[in-house]
């Protein structure tokens, strides 16, 4: 069987699976109980395949803003330990997520993309980046841990950053960011022995220049292996970091969310003019690059859409989510026998009036 038909079943057996079990008045949660009840059709009877998700329509993401949280858990967790991770909170209420294991899955398959020769297994690592009420700082922790070592965070509030910009005041934006740095100087020279590092595109630009002012580099530093990752991740930003900034150590691009999990990207570098092509993690994940005007049409390979996110674990299901990204289609490959996305930037909707790439 070609790899890409294989993938394609093993998605819609997954997702009949997911289906079974949110539908199911046992298993299912609270929310999509409900949304079956008013809806007057039974998913479990009617959503077969991939292609059957269309049946639900655009997911209107402000089901997830505000509360109750718990109408998100699924009756098959009931009493188990629930986090809850938010969205930036950029265009208004963030979006919450419920999670139990999702996070740790979702980094455990991610970790196999690691090369161990620049992420080594044992190796201690520094977490430069928002925390707070997102997933990413306890997913790169259980990454560290997973990996056999010990992690090290330093925390950025991208929501006072935002506010920051907002007024205005950039004395107060470079104090912060230097203050953020000043931490990770620190903790990189305090003999931790730090070999992977995770962190946005503008505080590893930062951190970089901070220890060349100081005479050294990221790899002199210690550091092997970086894990990046966002919408500010340019071919262009790609270039300069791994002609300016890192000096032999490796870079991983990286495209994740609160509600997906993390998409992994196939290398770059001169031999593809450092383009970035990412691929979900399917089948718990699926990105579709659709039309502008008709969410409904996947676009041609090379063309421009935006992104329309699907999520299917047995803890979180979210189909046909409009994104606010755009990029081009791009074609399956050795590793990834199902579409990816390059080119990933915010979505024309949305750029001119939402404050995006804030680190």
Not at 119 to 130: T, Y
Not at 151 to 160: E, K, M, N, Q, S
């Amino acid at each position: 069987m070609l790899p890409v038909t294989a993938a394609r079943e093993q998605l819609d057996a997954w997702v009949r699976e997911v289906i079974d079990w949110h539908f199911a008045p046992t298993s299912g949660c609270p929310f999509w109980l409900e949304f079956a009840k008013k809806a007057g059709w039974d998913p479990r009877r009617e959503i077969r395949t991939f292609g059957d998700l269309a049946r639900f329509g655009e997911f209107d993401d402000n089901a997830l803003r505000g509360g109750p949280v718990q109408r998100w858990i699924p009756k098959a967790f009931a009493g188990k330990p629930v986090f809850v991770f938010e969205t930036g909170g950029t265009t208004g209420v963030p979006k919450t997520r419920v999670n139990i294991e999702d996070f740790r899955i979702d980094y455990e398959l991610f970790s196999a993309t690691l090369p161990d020769e620049q992420f080594p297994r044992g190796s201690n690592w520094l977490m430069l980046g928002p925390s707070g009420p997102r997933r990413l700082r306890l997913a790169v922790e259980y990454l560290a841990q997973y990996r056999g070592g010990i992690c090290f965070g330093v925390d950025l509030d991208p929501r006072w950053v935002i506010k920051l910009i907002r007024k205005g005041w950039t004395e107060h934006l470079q104090e912060y960011k230097n203050h953020v740095i000043d931490q990770a100087v620190t903790i990189l020279g305090a003999g931790h022995d730090i070999r992977c590092l995770f962190a946005t595109p503008r505080l590893l630009e930062a951190l970089a220049l901070r220890l060349e002012s100081m005479g050294t580099t990221i790899r002199k530093a210690g550091i092997t292996g970086v894990f990046s990752g966002g919408t500010e991740f340019t071919p262009q930003w790609n270039r300069f970091a791994q002609e300016e900034l890192l000096h032999g150590a490796y870079m991983t691009p990286t495209y994740g969310n609160t509600l997906m999990g993390l998409a992994a990207s196939i290398p770059s570098g001169p031999h593809n003019n450092y383009k970035i092509t990412y691929y979900a993690p399917q089948p718990r994940a699926a990105i579709e690059v659709v039309d502008f005007d008709d969410p409904n049409r996947v676009v041609e390979y090379g063309a421009t859409g935006r992104v329309k996110l699907t999520t299917l674990t047995k803890e979180f299901f979210m189909p046909g989510f409009l994104e606010r990204d755009e990029g081009e289609r791009e074609p399956v490959c050795d590793r990834f026998p199902w579409d990816g996305i390059s080119g990933v930037r915010p979505y024309r909707g949305f750029a001119a009036t939402t404050t995006v790439g804030v680190y």
